[in-house]
């Protein structure tokens, strides 16, 4: 690489991150607006994400995924199932754990927040060709594993 090139690469990787700070702060704030419209907070709203798109999951899975002490992820639930968002349910196959699942009809009141942002992301992305896309979804997926890891270790 080139002076110049590493000068080019360097400022865009600086821009990169002030980019990525920018849009991590309005995406925060985004979902805590949501949250609150149905009086949750923002990780309440992640937990329901992660049921929406997982299907139901022990608390185990949950704390894994949200980087929370078991004991949080129990207060958490009970919360989620006093709001009626989740109900425990038996596990299918395993009479000792419970599985934490959506209450289908609650979480339908969720899904009117998004279908504006829905609209809206769609329209932006006719901007964007098919492969300018493509490369932003592996961009995404690499850093939303990276980002994964780094929840990890702060969890530890």
Request: proline share 2%; with cysteine.
């Amino acid at each position: 690489m080139t002076t110049g090139e590493e000068e080019r690469r360097a400022a865009t990787l600086a821009r990169l991150m002030e980019v990525g700070r920018a849009h991590s702060a309005v995406t925060v704030m985004f979902h805590s607006a949501v949250a609150a419209r149905q009086g949750l907070n923002a990780t309440e709203e992640k937990t329901l994400d992660y049921l929406e798109r997982q299907g139901p999951l022990t608390a185990k899975d949950l704390a894994r995924l949200t980087g929370l002490a078991p004991a949080s992820v129990t207060g958490l639930v009970d919360r989620l199932q006093a709001k009626g968002f989740v109900r425990r349910v038996a596990h299918p196959t395993d009479k000792r754990r419970v599985l934490v699942e959506l209450n289908r009809e609650k979480i339908g009141e969720l899904a009117v927040f998004f279908e504006d942002w829905a609209r809206d992301i769609v329209e932006t992305c006719e901007q964007f060709g098919t492969d300018e896309l493509e490369t932003v979804i592996r961009f995404l997926t690499v850093m939303a594993e990276a980002q994964r890891k780094a929840a990890a270790r702060l969890a530890e």
